[in-house]
């Protein structure tokens, strides 16, 4: 893929220097300005969202972030989308880049010991019983408490819905 138009983008940070430490992969889990003029060193960046780009409820600085997202898609070999919709908003601004974008799910660090613990009837009901829950009736959110989660418009929805008095937060 190649990018044109704009300011240009943010110098990247030669790698190179990782092939002499037998590296042949520089992984980033963040949009970086890196590069490797060796082929064969490749460099895979991670891209979460555009969030940045796409509302004011970020601190981070939405023109660094955008220069520092198009030197990564200049110049990465593989650039992994932790979701199809993550993909899906990097093609509608960069289609030129479809090849080398991919979507690689994250996984729950779980043990196999854990993941058949889990599927246990006695725990579950161990489980909710101490949270004082019940099967199928309950939200369960996992994320950060930020502005730009909107989670106090999650906590107001519940409140407005049909399905509150059934579904206690």
């Not at 991670?46 to 200049?74: G, P, Q, S, W, Y």
């Not at 613990?117 to 009901?125: A, H, I, M, N, P």
């Not at 989660?149 to 579904?167: E, F, P, T, Y």
């Amino acid at each position: 893929c190649r990018l044109s138009g704009g300011k240009p983008l943010a110098s990247p940070l030669n790698v190179d220097f990782l092939h002499r430490m037998g590296a042949k992969v520089a992984l980033s889990t963040a949009p970086l300005a890196i590069r490797a003029r060796r082929h064969d060193v490749k460099v895979i960046q991670t891209v979460h969202d555009l969030i940045v780009l796409n509302t004011n409820a970020h601190d981070l600085d939405r023109a660094k972030f955008k220069r520092r997202l198009e030197a990564c898609l200049e110049h990465s070999d593989a650039i992994i989308a932790v979701s199809e919709h993550t993909r899906q908003e990097i093609l509608a601004r960069y289609p030129e880049c479809a090849d080398r974008v991919h979507v690689v799910l994250q996984p729950v660090p779980a043990t196999q010991s854990l993941i058949e613990l889990s599927g246990d009837e006695d725990v579950q009901r161990e489980v909710l019983a101490k949270f004082g829950l019940s099967r199928q009736n309950f939200l369960f959110y996992v994320g950060a408490i930020e502005v730009r989660k909107n989670v106090a418009r999650l906590i107001a929805a519940h409140g407005v819905s049909q399905h509150a008095k059934d579904l206690p937060l």
